[in-house]
């Protein structure tokens, strides 16, 4: 848990800050004009209406809900690879380094491969020496869901598709920053699709 703290005239509030939250005050400060961004050390001071305005950006910007896409176990195993329907629909995890994406630096969007929703952009995707493609922010906020893992006698927090519930990979708290989060993801779960250099 971070804590970002905000210095109005004579008093202080500290905002407790995961690494969410800290992404969405960092584009509600962006919206604002303000050169601010939060980080670990960072003291951030603001005129006190300043704050009201920044927290009813934030609440704007809150992800709206999106349209489910949901099949049959038989429907994904007949549309999906063999692969691809391990990962997505049985949690399965795809070999470090030997994926398609772990180091592929090309600019574009990662999708899902069960329904196309994108998830990570190349902007957000850095070297974490894994083996898999790992990002330190999903597209938005409602493009993933998170939920508790204990196999395997570890506590991990899956992360998976928030249109069709296909599975994706895990998130850890070791990324860089500005969200300190690391999305390891597996490529099978993934289409890639390069963006096109503009003329
Ligand atoms: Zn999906």
């Known amino acids: 848990m971070e804590r970002l703290s905000h210095s109005y005239w004579s008093f202080s509030v500290v905002l407790p800050l995961d690494g969410a939250y800290a992404v969405k005050v960092s584009k509600a400060l962006s ?23 920044l927290l009813a950006i934030v609440h704007l ?4 809900e999106q349209a489910k896409v949901v099949k049959s176990e038989e429907e994904w195993r007949r549309e999906l690879t063999t692969e691809r329907f391990r990962i997505l629909r049985k949690d399965g995890t795809e070999p470090a380094f030997l994926n398609k994406y772990w ?7 990662y999708r899902c491969a069960g329904c196309g929703n994108p998830l990570f952009s190349s902007d957000a995707k850095f070297e974490s020496g ?28 899956a992360v998976k598709c928030a249109r069709c519930g296909g ?7 070791d990324g860089p920053p500005p969200t300190g989060l690391r999305y390891c993801m597996n490529s099978g779960a993934m289409d890639f699709v390069e963006e096109k250099k503009s003329q």
């Open 61 to 64: 910007m809150e992800p709206k």
């Open 103 to 109: 180091d592929n630096k090309k600019k574009g969007e």
């Open 31 to 53: 919206v604002l004009g303000s050169d601010h961004s939060p980080d670990r050390q960072g003291m951030h001071s603001f005129p006190k209406s300043a704050k009201y305005i």
């Open 130 to 157: 894994s083996g898999w493609p790992s990002f330190w922010q999903p597209v938005s906020e409602s493009s993933v869901l998170t939920e508790r893992d204990d196999r395997f006698g570890t506590r991990r927090t």
């Open 167 to 173: 599975h994706l990979g895990h998130v850890f708290d």
